[in-house]
Structure formats: structure tokens, C-alpha cells
């Protein structure tokens, strides 16, 4: 399970109950194919922003009653009407890709993880929505996992993000470790680029861990989706740790042991900690 972006929305997973499989499906194709409409590299960003303002407006028509016609959203709406889903984590979703599509650096790490609050906490957050578990202590614990999560995927993605003109590392951890764009461009691999990464993961663990308790109190499959997630997360974070950050030539890959061990520490769930 590499950490990709709305990958780690359980799509239609076996771990979860019957019921919510299709209302997960209808928003994870909403967020995906927002998300696709963004990195449209090859498309003016006008064009993009213009298309995911089409989405905003369908999300509106939802909000007064209306039943738009295009199937995705006609889908979405029924979802939304029927699980009393907040429009406005769906409007943050579309902020955060409209913001992709303008914004390629980062000054500091308060910036980056405003930017999650809007790109992944609202998949989180929707989760606890549809398994009626949205109190305010979960939510918060939801969004350290996703943060975590998203910045796991920004620190895997460093050298497939700059062939897209994004840099996601803040510029003020970049200019404290003494590591230039340059290098990321070279693939550059030294003792000041392994410091900065050992700092990112280390702060990113800690999120993770930080929110880790809430797989523990969701009951049942839910719980047992979550622990498999955060395990995913711990398990990249681990490998990111073993090769000293270097992304440049071995993005971390879980394989059939790391899923072993997973299952094991989901099941008996006597964590979380380092892995």
C-alpha cells in the first residue's frame, strides 16, 4: 500500500461494512477525478480552475435541492443527502486541487499543513461521517492521520512531484538543512538532504502516532481499516527511514511481508509505537 494521494481512501475494501462500500466509491470517484482535473499538466491552468469551479457549482446546486445532471453528481447527491455529509469538506477538497494548480512552494510547515487541513483531513472526516462517529475528539484524531498521511505521500513523491514543478518540502526546512532545488533536480543524495528527511519523518511519525488511538476506538471492520492504514503509513515511514531518504531511486514499496505484519498488528492491536 504506497501512501498515494486518495489512495489511502479505503475504496470499496472488503474490511468494511456492505453498506457504506457504495457511498465511499461515489466519493472517492468525486475526489479522484477532481484531483486528476488539477494535475492535467498538459492543460492550461486556466482551463483546469475552470473545470474544478464547474464542480463547486454542481456542489451548490446540491446544497439547494437540486438534482444536477451529470451521473457523478446526481450519485453524490443521493450520498450526501442520505448520510447528511457537510458540503463544505467537499469545497475543501476542491480548494486544495485549486490551489495545486497555482501554488508550486511551500515557505513553511504551518503553511503545508493548512494546505492538508484541506486536501486530506476532509477524507477523514467524511469517513467518521458516514460510520456516525464524527464527534469532535475523533475528528481531531482523524486529521493527524491524514495529515500524516498526506505528508508521507509529499516525502515518497519528492522526485515525482518536481517533475511537475512542485516542491512540496517547506522552503524554510530546505534553506535550515542547506538543500537546494538544485539537488532535488540532480536526485542528490547527501548528508544535509538525509538530516532533512530524518526531520520530516520524525515530525510526520509523530502526527501519525498522535492520531493512531482512533483506530483503536472505531469497533469492528472500521477500526480494523484504520489500524491497516496507519500500519501502511508506519510501515513507509520505516522504509523511507532505512534508505536515508533517498526517493531518488527506490520509493518505498510495502511487499508481501511488511503486508504480513500489518494484518498481524491489526488484528492484535498492541500499538501503536515505532515500527
Not at 106 to 120: I, K, M, P, T, W
Not at 156 to 181: C, H, M, N, S
Not at 233 to 238: A, F, N, S
Request: glycine share 6%.
Amino acid at each position: 500500500m504506497p501512501v498515494d494521494h486518495y489512495e489511502n481512501f479505503p475504496v470499496a475494501s472488503v474490511l468494511l461494512p456492505r453498506r457504506l462500500r457504495r457511498p465511499i466509491e461515489v466519493i472517492y470517484a468525486f475526489a479522484r477525478s477532481a484531483d486528476d482535473l488539477a494535475d492535467e499538466g498538459e492543460v492550461a491552468a486556466e482551463q483546469r480552475l475552470a473545470a474544478l469551479q464547474h464542480y463547486c457549482e454542481q456542489l451548490e446546486a446540491i446544497g439547494r435541492g437540486e438534482t444536477p445532471a451529470e451521473p457523478l453528481f446526481q450519485r453524490l447527491a443521493v450520498v450526501i443527502r442520505e448520510h447528511d455529509l457537510p458540503l463544505s469538506l467537499f469545497h475543501d477538497l476542491l480548494d486544495a486541487f485549486s490551489q495545486d494548480v497555482v501554488k508550486t512552494r511551500y515557505a513553511d510547515f504551518g503553511e503545508l499543513v493548512q494546505y492538508c487541513r484541506r486536501s486530506a483531513n476532509p477524507v477523514g472526516r467524511l469517513l467518521l461521517h458516514l460510520y456516525g462517529r464524527a464527534t469532535p475528539h475523533n475528528l481531531a484524531l482523524s486529521d493527524g492521520i491524514c495529515t500524516a498521511l498526506q505528508l508521507i505521500n509529499f516525502w515518497q513523491d519528492v522526485a515525482i512531484d518536481w517533475q511537475k514543478q512542485r516542491v512540496y518540502l517547506p522552503q524554510e526546512d530546505l534553506q535550515r538543512f542547506g538543500v537546494t532545488e538544485a539537488q532535488i533536480a540532480a536526485g542528490q543524495v547527501n548528508p544535509a538532504w538525509q538530516a532533512l528527511m530524518r526531520f520530516e519523518i520524525e515530525r510526520t511519525r509523530k502526527l501519525l502516532q498522535a492520531g493512531a488511538p482512533l483506530a483503536r476506538v472505531l469497533p469492528g471492520r472500521m477500526g480494523l481499516e484504520l489500524r491497516m492504514i496507519v500500519l501502511g503509513g508506519e510501515r513507509i515511514l520505516k522504509k523511507l527511514w532505512d534508505v536515508q531518504g533517498d526517493v531518488f531511486t527506490q520509493r518505498p514499496v510495502l511487499k508481501a511481508g511488511d503486508w504480513l505484519y500489518m494484518l498481524s498488528r491489526a488484528c492484535w492491536p498492541a500499538w501503536p509505537g515505532k515500527p
